[in-house]
């Protein structure tokens, strides 16, 4: 991390951050030290504190009084909410881009898909939620409603391990999303706007559905 650029040290220590907790390199849970974080890095506490905010900020760093700060953990209201706005929002967008997507979007749609398809096969998990939210990101980059597509665009940063645990929990959530999002391509191009924005909102509940299902089944007494 040595040799930040002195404008973006906070910026980059975050990105550094927030790649190693989507990973789960960073469980939940895990203390975060500024002090053991800034020797890491090779930077100093200030740059580090600043990260620290930001990721709070975004869901993935919980700021503790007199404690400091941590990994936050799976909650079962924030990941309802979270996907709840998503479900929203994004075939709203979604309902305005379509119509305007281009044969270059649909290009990239389609890398995006063979890409996700090979990576979703092999179980690299840590590539999942960057597709995930290149292939969204790219299906709503025509809405031409940029305060909207802000708010999404963070939604998805703060859903992205929630999305990876998702595809991880079985081969079922495998198919079902890769399937899904092919689904989601070919309404688009064949004009049907409904049924793309119909089949999103779906795409989203279910994916909030399973990861709740999956935490209440974590908390549940062992017989």
Not at 40 to 47: D, K, L, Q, T
Not at 144 to 164: E, K
Request: with cysteine; glycine share 6%; hydrophobic share 45%.
């Amino acid at each position: 991390m040595k040799g930040f650029a002195v404008t973006t040290v906070a910026e980059q220590a975050a990105d550094a951050l927030r790649r190693k907790i989507i990973s789960g390199e960073l469980p939940e849970g895990v203390s975060l030290r500024q002090d053991a974080l800034a020797a890491e890095f090779g930077i100093s506490r200030i740059p580090v504190r600043e990260a620290l905010v930001q990721l709070e900020g975004e869901g993935l760093v919980k700021i503790v009084p007199h404690k400091g700060a941590v990994v936050s953990g799976l909650s079962i209201d924030e990941i309802n909410e979270l996907f709840m706005l998503r479900a929203l929002l994004e075939p709203l967008l979604l309902k305005k881009s379509a119509p305007r997507l281009t044969a270059q979007d649909y290009a990239e749609l389609d890398a995006i898909l063979a890409e996700y398809k090979v990576e979703l096969h092999a179980q690299h998990t840590t590539r999942w939620g960057e597709l995930n939210t290149r292939l969204h990101d790219v299906l709503l980059s025509r809405a031409g409603q940029p305060r909207t597509a802000a708010i999404v665009a963070t939604l998805l940063q703060q859903t992205d391990r929630y999305t990876r645990m998702q595809l991880s929990l079985s081969a079922d959530s495998i198919r079902q999303a890769q399937q899904e999002h092919e689904e989601l391509v070919q309404l688009c191009r064949a004009g049907d706007v409904r049924g793309a924005a119909a089949l999103l909102k779906r795409h989203i509940e279910h994916a909030s559905k399973d990861l709740e299902q999956f935490i209440l089944s974590q908390r549940r007494p062992s017989k």
